[in-house]
């Protein structure tokens, strides 16, 4: 099989050469640019969902105007979910346009090394005549560092990084005697400089793709940064936040604290959107905008299979090509970027791709649903933090989210979701450690204020929000989306849907199975080892 598929690769690769490479400069120029905005473990948070269906309260609170007016000028997709909820396994699904599971070592956290025979879409649309680059976090593909993306050679940040731990960075200036507005600003100058260096690189004229990818919306940020230099009073969100958090001024202030460095994010893109509007380069650019998976430091959220996981936003901005104010609800895998990205692109699309190009769904005017077979998808984890659990075990699970259902697997139903408690009784860990310290214990939810609040307060009538939090799972667990939103109440064990149950079982088992899943064609090992090796897909 490995032989066959670099044979294959290799083939691909002197087709994009020979076939597709533009031959002069005006060609290129028929090619729209790329902007991709990709945040670090950002879920589906802007003010453009406040009155779309199933939409949240809080998304009333959070004031995104960059993003809303690419979704205004463009597309917005209300049912768009990353395959895995962990930054590695998603972003190797998103720049292969594949499943995660089929990324050999891509589909981990810690121990990942990617798989240099698989094509990427960054590397295919440079074959194909895109200068790219990138700002922040991405992944690493291209080997050596110096020659892919991920590497140094497409890495634009002479301006700097601090852009990433925004609010502990104004907050910093602040204290040594700037204005609030006047540090902000430093920040976005850097986001500004480092565009511009890569733009100032393009000295051929060539159509570009390139990726912005802030983590200031990962951990951590600093307490009371969402309503001090944002405005967002963590009381309006009393009686609003999901069932499986607590209602208390600990969690509303750090969901509130998270809804600024959404707000950072934004501003961030603002600044992208002006200098394009700058050289003239708006209306001949595809801006996509998106997260790679759900809120950090909550339960339910990274690292879980529900919606508060995997659940993102994503907008799409075209002119001439995507109608303007359109909502549509197919579901969006992340993994159907890629080949969207090169078929924009004019590249070949590489057969192996199980992801499906959206350009179809871009050309259509209306909303709603668009493609009446896009009305599934399928999420999956097994590895986040190698040491969250003995012998580095992952937490196996697979899913699939229907319009009425969401139906997972638990293979492993004997192992703590979260990773492994402390050797000692959490809860008399110290407040200030389970809130900064991912590793104190159950290390698959990151450290947070909200993580420290629902530790310590176990044994203070709060037993429920502990279990959401952190209790072992069944084996299959399914929800009815229409009377349960937030996936609280598992109807898995319940007569009347079993018929339901065997259906989506059967169907998410099919899928795993056609596209080659290592969790079920084999025995199941493949994951099991840390790091593991396969070589055959």
């Given at each position: 099989?490995?032989?066959?598929?670099?044979?294959?690769?290799?083939?691909?690769?002197?087709?994009?050469?020979?076939?597709?490479?533009?031959?002069?400069?005006?060609?290129?120029?028929?090619?729209?640019?790329?902007?991709?905005?990709?945040?670090?473990?950002?879920?589906?948070?802007?003010?453009?969902?406040?009155?779309?269906?199933?939409?949240?309260?809080?998304?009333?609170?959070?004031?995104?105007?960059?993003?809303?007016?690419?979704?205004?000028?463009?597309?917005?997709?209300?049912?768009?979910?990353?395959?895995?909820?962990?930054?590695?396994?998603?972003?190797?699904?998103?720049?292969?346009?594949?499943?995660?599971?089929?990324?050999?070592?891509?589909?981990?956290?810690?121990?990942?090394?990617?798989?240099?025979?698989?094509?990427?879409?960054?590397?295919?649309?440079?074959?194909?005549?895109?200068?790219?680059?990138?700002?922040?976090?991405?992944?690493?593909?291209?080997?050596?560092?110096?020659?892919?993306?991920?590497?140094?050679?497409?890495?634009?940040?002479?301006?700097?990084?601090?852009?990433?731990?925004?609010?502990?960075?104004?907050?910093?200036?602040?204290?040594?005697?700037?204005?609030?507005?006047?540090?902000?600003?430093?920040?976005?100058?850097?986001?500004?400089?480092?565009?511009?260096?890569?733009?100032?690189?393009?000295?051929?004229?060539?159509?570009?793709?390139?990726?912005?990818?802030?983590?200031n919306t990962h951990r951590k940020w600093t307490m009371g940064s969402g309503k001090k230099l944002w405005g967002i009073e963590p009381d309006n969100l009393t009686g609003k936040l999901p069932p499986f958090l607590p209602d208390v001024d600990t969690v509303r202030e750090d969901f509130a604290d998270y809804l600024g460095e959404t707000m950072a994010f934004d501003a961030g893109l603002g600044v992208l959107l002006e200098m394009l509007e700058e050289r003239g380069e708006l209306d001949n650019t595809l801006i996509v905008v998106s997260g790679d998976h759900g809120i950090p430091g909550f339960p339910h959220g990274k690292c879980n299979l529900y919606d508060f996981g995997t659940s993102v936003g994503l907008m799409a901005r075209w002119p001439g090509v995507i109608k303007p104010k359109r909502v549509v609800d197919d579901f969006v895998n992340l993994m159907d970027l890629a080949p969207t990205f090169l078929e924009v692109g004019g590249a070949v699309i590489p057969e192996l791709m199980t992801g499906k190009s959206l350009l179809d769904v871009f050309r259509n005017n209306n909303s709603g649903q668009i493609e009446k077979e896009r009305n599934y998808v399928i999420t999956g984890r097994e590895r986040h933090v190698a040491k969250a659990r003995e012998d580095n075990l992952p937490y196996p699970q697979r899913a699939i989210r229907t319009d009425d259902f969401l139906y997972i697997i638990n293979f492993q139903e004997d192992r703590f979701p979260m990773g492994d408690p402390g050797e000692k009784d959490e809860t008399e860990l110290d407040f200030d450690l389970l809130a900064n310290n991912t590793f104190a214990t159950y290390a698959d939810l990151d450290a947070s204020p909200t993580k420290a609040w629902i530790v310590k307060n176990r044994n203070n009538g709060n037993e429920k929000f502990y279990q959401f939090a952190f209790g072992k799972r069944p084996s299959e667990e399914l929800y009815a989306i229409a009377g349960d939103p937030f996936q609280i109440k598992n109807l898995a064990d319940d007569p009347s849907y079993e018929n339901i149950k065997t259906q989506l079982r059967e169907q998410l088992l099919k899928e795993l199975k056609a596209t080659g899943d290592p969790r079920v064609t084999g025995d199941g090992q493949t994951f099991e080892r840390m790091p593991y090796i396969t070589t055959d897909f």
């Open positions: 099989m490995r032989r066959f598929y670099l044979i294959h690769f290799t083939a691909l690769f002197l087709i994009i050469n020979s076939a597709c490479t533009p031959t002069s400069r005006e060609e290129t120029q028929q090619k729209p640019n790329i902007l991709f905005a990709f945040a670090d473990d950002w879920g589906k948070y802007a003010s453009c969902y406040a009155n779309v269906k199933g939409s949240e309260d809080w998304q009333k609170l959070v004031k995104t105007p960059h993003i809303d007016r690419i979704a205004n000028e463009g597309v917005l997709f209300n049912r768009a979910y990353v395959n895995a909820p962990s930054c590695t396994p998603c972003r190797s699904s998103l720049l292969s346009g594949q499943y995660f599971y089929r990324t050999g070592r891509g589909a981990i956290l810690q121990g990942a090394v990617w798989d240099e025979t698989i094509p990427t879409y960054p590397l295919l649309l440079e074959q194909n005549g895109y200068h790219i680059g990138y700002t922040y976090k991405v992944w690493s593909p291209g080997k050596p560092v110096n020659a892919g993306y991920g590497g140094e050679r497409t890495k634009y940040e002479t301006a700097g990084r601090s852009f990433n731990q925004f609010s502990q960075n104004v907050t910093k200036m602040v204290t040594e005697g700037k204005t609030i507005a006047a540090a902000k600003q430093v920040l976005l100058d850097e986001v500004r400089g480092n565009f511009q260096a890569f733009l100032n690189a393009n000295e051929n004229g060539q159509p570009f793709c390139y990726w912005f990818g802030p983590t």
